[in-house]
């Protein structure tokens, strides 16, 4: 089986929901607040303010995750919570 991973084909893809969340962080810092748990939960309720009350069924999903950061300070993009 071969799978077109280009996620612009829209003879193979349906874009269901975008969005855009105004801040990246990374994985490591566990004070009160700053779970992991929390920080994923986060996302998630952003993320999901914009998903539409009918979603298609389907057999796969595909998604993409695009991550930018401002400044000089260094920044692990292996530790971003997704």
Same mark, same amino acid.
């Given at each position: 089986?071969?799978?077109?991973?280009?996620? @612009? *084909?829209?003879?193979?893809?349906?874009?269901?929901?975008?969005?855009?969340? @105004?801040?990246?962080?990374?994985?490591?810092?566990?004070?009160?607040? *700053?779970? @992991?748990?929390?920080?994923?939960?986060? #996302?998630?309720?952003?993320?999901?303010?914009?998903?539409?009350?009918? #979603?298609? +069924?389907?057999?796969?999903?595909?998604?993409? #995750?695009?991550? +930018?950061?401002?400044?000089?300070?260094?920044?692990? #993009?292996?530790?971003?919570?997704?």
């Amino acid at each position: 089986m071969s799978f077109d991973w280009n996620l @612009d *084909n829209s003879l193979a893809y349906s874009l269901v929901t975008t969005f855009e969340f @105004d801040g990246a962080f990374t994985y490591g810092d566990m004070s009160p607040g *700053n779970e @992991d748990k929390v920080k994923r939960e986060l #996302i998630r309720g952003f993320a999901s303010l914009s998903f539409p009350s009918t #979603i298609p +069924q389907v057999k796969w999903w595909a998604f993409r #995750i695009v991550v +930018q950061k401002d400044g000089n300070r260094a920044f692990d #993009i292996e530790n971003v919570p997704s």
